[in-house]
């Protein structure tokens, strides 16, 4: 339904000024695809067009010289928040909603930092914890676990796993880099 709500202000033209422009210059690459689609499909040619990247200068999956962080969370909104976030603050975020198969490409990847919800299905935040610190210290991998939970025995089980840092459900973007900066030096 956000997609029909853009599509109803992409006509006001104050609206269309500011999508144009902050997709174009801002949006994380798999957004600005999205919006790209969108438009083409129905009818929006002029403004997909202004959004699109140049074929010949199609932006890489991994941005150089960029931080990598990792997303866990089961929730596709959440995930869209955090690549929004994370590419706001000039991170390039991997994002997952399969706790086993990120902690395989954790491995892989070796990012900067990982944050996971607590409860997901599969495997818990606190598994994915415990399976990344048979690879990796909290010094090599700070994990930052993101839960709407605060719960004694749900917080003493994720330090005891290895998680760095608990944060708590809702959080802004002024959130997400504090407790970054923290670790990421």
Do not use: C, W
């Not at 033209?13 to 695809?33: C, G, P, S, T, W």
């Not at 928040?81 to 590419?87: F, K, N, Q, T």
Request: net charge negative; glycine share 4%; charged share 30%.
């Amino acid at each position: 339904q956000s997609g029909n709500i853009f599509l109803d202000l992409i006509e006001d033209d104050f609206f269309n000024q500011q999508a144009v422009a902050y997709l174009k210059n801002e949006a994380h690459a798999e957004i600005r695809a999205y919006f790209v689609e969108l438009l083409k499909k129905n009818g929006f040619d002029r403004e997909a067009a202004l959004i699109e990247p140049k074929k010949e200068k199609a932006e890489p999956t991994a941005e150089a010289g960029k931080r990598k962080i990792v997303a866990i969370d089961d929730s596709k909104m959440i995930l869209g928040i955090y690549r929004s976030m994370l590419h706001a603050l000039g991170y390039e975020p991997f994002i997952f909603m399969e706790p086993e198969k990120a902690v395989d490409e954790v491995v892989r990847l070796r990012p900067d930092a990982v944050l996971t919800d607590l409860n997901m299905p599969g495997i818990t935040g606190i598994e994915v914890t415990r399976r990344l610190r048979e690879k990796f210290t909290s010094q090599e991998l700070p994990i930052i676990m993101v839960t709407t939970q605060n719960e004694n025995q749900d917080n003493e089980a994720a330090k005891n796993a290895g998680v760095d840092e608990i944060l708590h459900k809702p959080f802004t973007k002024d959130d997400i880099e504090q407790v970054l900066s923290r670790f990421l030096i």
